[in-house]
């Protein structure tokens, strides 16, 4: 994990990026028991999805957020905050393109706030970087 | 026109929006709306049990590979094995008595908004959270609705704060669902 005196506003935490198959919307559904037909079932999500199309849950990116702000932090016991505004949908086929940048560090509580993001090729915010932050608990 | 959202309709006086004659909606627009009555109501606490397993298959559903997932449980306490922060998506998201709530009223046509996680610290195998869910907040913003509700989550066994989840949950009007 990176040491506190080495974090600095600005700073943008390493990127990755995902391509979301459906066989991850199925994965996650049985994960995390979110099996709302939205994220698998074509008829259904044709009637009201925002794309007409089957989309990704909103927790898989924000999950896939979270794994690299921990995967930076060094592990998952150092967030003490995590939060995602889910603005544009995630199609199945889509890349998702997903980082941070510290926008603050409390010396006192020693803790770095990121603003976090998922976007896709076009910009479209899945997981809005301008509402969107972590906060990590560093030493 | 602010419409009444009482699911029971309106007599003398609304109870929702306290009107004395409050618009009621017209049938051709018969909407789905949650009912803001619920705001502020508590749900009975229910408890999570966190499992090794689960932990393992909720990392590999994010794509988060780290040896403590993996190794020989016999290899590896269970205090150890630390839920990555969205974890608690299994146990806080979509609760079953807030969607099957007969009084609020929500149903499937439905997409995430938002999703904050605190936590006062990680989750670990061997946990057992005890969860208080209530409704926060509801909002009407003309074609849908947004449902804030929030779970505090603590140690069953010690009474420590864990983590609190905020979640706002869209939903639409006028659309089959």
């Known amino acids: ?139 | 026109v602010r419409r009444c959202r009482s699911p029971a309709g309106c007599s003398a006086r609304c109870s929702s929006c306290a009107r004395l004659r409050c618009p009621r909606p017209r049938p051709e627009e018969a909407v789905i709306a949650l009912n803001t009555d619920r705001i502020g109501h508590r749900y009975p606490t229910y408890h999570y049990e966190v499992s090794r397993e689960k932990i393992r298959e909720y990392a590999a559903a994010t794509g988060v590979w780290e040896d403590r997932y993996t190794a020989d449980p016999a290899a590896v306490p269970a205090e150890e094995v630390v839920a990555p922060p969205t974890f608690a998506a299994c146990f806080t998201v979509g609760r079953g008595d807030i969607f099957s709530d007969p009084e609020l009223g929500a149903h499937w046509n439905l997409v995430h908004g938002s999703q904050e996680y605190d936590c006062s610290r990680a989750i670990v195998a061997g946990d057992l959270l005890a969860c208080s869910p209530s409704i926060v907040d509801i909002v009407d913003r003309g074609k849908f609705e947004l449902l804030t509700f929030q779970i505090d989550c603590t140690d069953a066994r010690t009474g420590e704060h864990v983590l609190t989840s905020r979640s706002v949950i869209i939903f639409f009007k006028n659309q089959e669902g």
Not at chain 1, 33 to 49: C, I, K, R, T, Y
Not at chain 1, 82 to 95: H, I, M, Y
């Open chain 1, 1 to 139: 994990m990176p040491a506190f005196d080495e974090v600095e506003v600005g700073q943008q935490i390493p990127s990755q990026s995902q391509t979301i198959e459906q066989a991850h919307l199925i994965q996650y559904a049985g994960a995390s028991g979110d099996f709302n037909p939205l994220h698998w079932q074509e008829e259904f999500a044709a009637n009201v999805s925002p794309t007409g199309g089957i989309i990704a849950h909103g927790m898989l990116s924000m999950g896939l957020v979270s794994r690299v702000v921990t995967d930076w932090a060094g592990g998952p016991e150092h967030v003490a905050r995590l939060s995602a505004s889910f603005r544009a949908p995630c199609p199945v086929g889509a890349t998702l393109h997903l980082g941070g940048e510290v926008t603050a560090v409390d010396a006192d509580a020693r803790t770095a706030t990121l603003a976090v993001w998922a976007e896709l090729d076009d910009g479209s915010k899945v997981v809005d970087r301008r509402s969107s932050e972590a906060v990590v608990r560093l030493t």
